[in-house]
């Protein structure tokens, strides 16, 4: 992400999507919520972007917004999936918006044997509903400029091969993975995943689901390279 105006981008009261950043408008659900919620007064800033790397600096003012910076674009992350199955109460809301914080692009609802929660019908598309609700919010408030994609659910063997799973005890090097599965409470069943499909931990202990998805999630996007920086300190091309 890039550098320019970054302390104004996070002192501002808020980001939020707009469809054209040259003239910038809130709808009325968002102008609201900067005005009623969070109080915003004349002459204080918001960040508004397209979803799409674009983003500008706004003044508030009485009637509406008015640019104070130019337009700008942030380079993309490189793309990384979490395969999350859904979970019991807001468990796996959380994971989705931590997930959102620490860089990954996109997330897929895993339908696993074991799952325990009601993923069908109504039931569904609220959850669905919910969770990119969720990822846009968490989107602003970390200053990601690219929207997260919550993707349409998949089952266990629809997983594409090149996603690993996550698996207590593996010893599978975490090289180059750009995609990781995330079990529900009770874990894979036996025999859920082909033999041949790669393994990777998460630790030495036991996570809770929700959990393990922000952690790998962590350890997916940063081994990307979406973080910036190596462990060494020296900046990722």
Known sequence: MTIIEWPRRVAAVGQFHVRDLGSPELDSDDDHHLRKVLRAREGEEIVVTDGRGSWALCAVTERGLELVTHVHLDPASPE??????????????????????????RVVPLISERMVVKFKGDAREKTLSRWRRIAAEATGQCRRTYD??????????????????????????????????????????????DETRRRVGLGPTVLRAETAGVVAAAI??????????????????
Do not use: C, M
């Open 80 to 105: 990384t999936t979490l395969y999350l199955s859904p979970l019991k109460g807001d468990r796996a809301e959380w994971a989705v918006a931590k997930a959102t914080e620490v860089g990954v692009t």
């Open 220 to 237: 997916v996007a940063f081994q990307a390279g979406g973080w910036g920086f190596a462990l060494d300190g020296t900046q990722n091309e």
């Open 148 to 193: 997260v994609e919550i993707a349409a659910p998949v089952r266990v063997g629809d997983v594409p091969a090149w996603v690993a799973i996550a698996d207590f005890g593996a010893k599978g090097n975490w090289q180059g993975v750009r995609g990781v599965a995330i079990g529900p409470e009770g874990g894979w069943a036996a025999n859920e995943w």
